[in-house]
């Protein structure tokens, strides 16, 4: 099934480790074939891990956006969503980092990110910052 992307002027997004900028009118890419895409708005920078949350999140983007250093991305998420697990207690979050791992053991890259995404919102939330960096869809809670 092809990914169809809209893309606003001048948006930005990674495909296949390529950074891509659309021109100056809305646009629209549809993908025939599968590619590792990934909008702006998803992509964080190293200067941005700055959570446990997103400790988690960082290794897996780069799992995602290149599959053959997965292995080399693998051990820091791992350590990092251990380290997450023993301190979390809420059972809903819990399940959810269940499902980045089984997600990642499955090399399914993608929907273990967008459920990091909701790591990044609980743990805002209970810090009480605002949002920042990578939004999130949901609530964790």
């Not at 900028?21 to 992509?43: F, P, T, W």
């Not at 700055?50 to 350590?79: C, G, K, N, S, W």
């Not at 059972?91 to 273990?112: G, N, Q």
Request: net charge negative; proline share 4%; hydrophobic share 40%.
């Amino acid at each position: 099934m092809p990914l169809k992307l809209s893309l606003k002027p001048g948006e930005k997004f990674v495909l296949n480790g390529a950074v891509v900028q659309n021109g100056d009118r809305r646009g629209v890419l549809v993908l025939q074939n599968k590619a590792s895409v990934l909008r702006e708005k998803d992509i964080m920078q190293l200067d941005e891990v700055t959570t446990p949350a997103r400790h988690i999140y960082f290794p897996v983007m780069m799992m995602y956006l290149d599959e053959a250093a997965a292995e080399r991305q693998y051990e820091e998420f791992a350590t990092r969503l251990t380290e997450f697990m023993g301190v979390v207690r809420n059972p809903v979050v819990l399940s959810d980092c269940i499902a980045i791992s089984k997600h990642v053991m499955a090399r399914e890259y993608y929907r273990a990110l967008m459920l990091s995404r909701k790591l990044i919102e609980y743990e805002d939330e209970r810090l009480g910052h605002v949002s920042s960096g990578v939004p999130a869809d949901g609530d964790a809670d």
